[in-house]
């Protein structure tokens, strides 16, 4: 594996760790669409969020399930400040019961874990459900470690 690949992994997972809250777009009959969630994430570099079944976007991932988002770390970018964040693309399902309490156990990360106990959801009483993003590809912006070339680009192979 390469040293910049190496770098662009660490960094999209440092910038993971920092982050709670993804901004996550579909796009239905060429309608995009943003959506705050909070969210947690796997070693593999998936995404994990919550969402109610009837809300727009959980519909508009039946019907399409490719995504893109964005993770900052600043909470504020103000002009002239070092910025780091990440985009990415991939695609997104609703978990299954069966792999809900892995699924789960990620998901605990985010500052939304309080939200829904896993009992509510394994047991079909809840109107939320779990969602995984599997990234095809991050696209890593740092200015604060690499100034001169903030750009990077991390393909995954799932």
């Given at each position: 594996m390469?040293?910049?690949l190496l770098i662009t992994e660490g960094r999209v997972l440092q910038i993971l760790k920092k982050a709670k809250l993804m901004q996550l777009a579909t796009s239905v009959k060429n309608q995009?669409?943003?959506?705050?969630?909070?969210f947690g994430f796997d070693k593999r570099l998936n995404l994990y969020f919550m969402s109610g079944k009837d809300i727009l976007h959980s519909k508009e991932l039946k019907k399409n399930p490719k995504v893109a988002g964005s993770v900052a770390v600043q909470k504020f970018a103000v002009p002239g400040k070092a910025v780091m964040g990440i985009t990415f693309q991939g695609k997104c399902r609703e978990i299954p019961k069966s792999q809900?309490?892995?699924?789960?156990r990620f998901y605990l990360r985010s500052?939304?874990?309080?939200?829904i106990?896993?009992?509510e959801i394994?047991?079909?009483?809840?109107?939320?459900?779990l969602y995984k993003v599997v990234p095809?590809?991050?696209m890593l912006f740092d200015?604060?470690?690499?100034?001169e070339q903030p750009r990077h680009t991390l393909r995954l192979r799932h």
């Open positions: 390469d040293i910049d995009p669409r943003v959506s705050n969630v909070w809900a309490r892995e699924a789960y500052p939304g874990k309080t939200m106990p896993l009992k394994l047991s079909g009483k809840s109107r939320r459900r095809e590809v991050y200015e604060v470690d690499f100034p």
